[in-house]
């Protein structure tokens, strides 16, 4: 699988290693050279250096024929950018966005997009680790329902 | 009309001006403090501090009411998203994002943005327009400026005067929409012919500007 990750943070370094590690054919992007540091020194997948709602950045990194578009950088609004980008104009089948704003994460899966909100994900875990319950299903940590206290 | 402006640089602080002076409703959204307190000693209480890409302050300055809403910031990605929380969340009938990018334009018009505004392209068109033509002068651009409204003017050496209208053969996209003579309008009909001194106006798809100029305007 052909995938493409926006954002050489935390996130998306560790997620391009772990895909790299299984096999996957991976790009990421980032707008600054050190950020690729975080991959390590033998890291087998490809760099882009660019910014990612930059089409010409998205065709160089290979947009066209990618299977899944991740957006992981620390701004909702460029990953939620980005991702539509993808997916209306590149038609790439697979596109999440991570999105820190509970309610942007709510309102863009409303519209259809695959969105991951990792505030929400980790309070909910931190709660459940807290009060000494029993983990859950990933899906439930990952449900965005408004009433929820957290949206 | 209610209007919310969203970004208060110089565009969302002069844009707010100018519809406060037209006599519109208008809320300027700021999210840096210290500006929206400069902002706010010139415009008064039309200034609000807060992240216009934030639902919470969406609802605080009652967007479901506005009419337009029209994002200005410095950042192509916060104009989307502004506009496509207001549209889809707040049914604001009508959005408008300035794009900073201009290979953006496209993008915003595939993902439902009503109207965008590059200063990028607006500007390079200006000076593509000086450079390139002598007598035919861009009046307005339609369709995202795929169309083109323009005026040509006839000198001596235009290869049209004395010609009858329809001894020219126009370019398959153009339209002639009236020839001003003396300072009056002419119906484009048959009978016309075209004299020195005449401003043809013409609706002309934007690729075939060119072809058109080589019609009308004078040989160099």
Redesign the interface.
């Known amino acids: 699988m052909k995938v493409i990750i926006l954002g050489c943070g935390r996130i998306g370094s560790t997620l391009a290693r772990s895909l790299v590690r299984d096999g996957e054919d991976v790009t990421i992007i980032d707008r600054t050279s050190t950020a690729f540091r975080r991959l390590g020194p033998d890291f087998k997948g490809k760099m882009v250096l660019g910014n990612g709602?930059?089409?010409e950045v998205m065709l160089k990194a290979g947009i066209k024929d990618a299977d899944a578009f991740i957006a992981v950088t620390n701004?909702?609004?460029?990953n939620?950018?980005?991702v539509?980008?993808a997916k209306?104009?590149f038609h790439v089948p697979k596109v999440i966005a991570r999105i820190y704003?509970p309610?942007?994460a709510y309102?863009y899966r409303e519209?259809g997009l695959q969105t991951i909100c990792t505030t929400v994900v980790g309070a909910r875990l931190i709660k459940d680790t807290l009060l000494g319950k029993e983990l859950g299903a990933m899906a439930d940590y990952c449900a965005l329902n408004p009433e929820d206290p957290v949206i | 009309m209610y209007i919310i402006v969203a970004g208060g640089g110089k565009v969302g602080h002069y844009l707010t001006r100018a519809l406060i002076d037209a006599g519109h409703e208008v809320l300027l959204l700021e999210k840096d403090r210290s500006r929206a307190d400069y902002l706010s000693e010139d415009l008064g209480e039309v200034v609000t501090w807060g992240d216009a890409c934030e639902v919470s302050t969406m609802k605080e300055v009652g967007m479901e009411r506005a009419d337009v809403v029209v994002a200005v910031t410095g950042d192509d990605e916060d104009n989307l998203v502004i506009c496509q929380m207001a549209k889809r969340k707040f049914h604001v009938p009508r959005t408008i994002a300035r794009v900073n990018n201009p290979k953006n334009e496209d993008i915003f018009e595939m993902l439902g943005i009503d109207a965008t505004v590059s200063s990028t392209k607006i500007i390079f068109n200006l000076i593509e327009q000086q450079i390139e033509t002598d007598e035919v002068i861009p009046l307005a651009p339609l369709q995202r400026g795929n169309i083109e409204i323009v005026e040509v003017d006839l000198g001596p050496k235009s290869p049209v005067v004395g010609k009858r209208i329809n001894q020219v053969v126009l370019p398959q996209d153009a339209l002639i929409i009236s020839i001003v003579r003396d300072g009056h309008a002419i119906l484009p009909n048959i009978d016309v012919v075209f004299k020195e001194g005449d401003s043809v106006i013409a609706l002309v798809n934007a690729d075939q500007e060119a072809q058109l100029r080589a019609i009308f305007a004078e040989s160099h």
Do not use: H, P, V, W
């Open positions: 709602i930059d089409e701004g909702d609004n460029t939620i950018m980005s539509q980008i209306e104009k704003d309610i942007r309102a519209l």
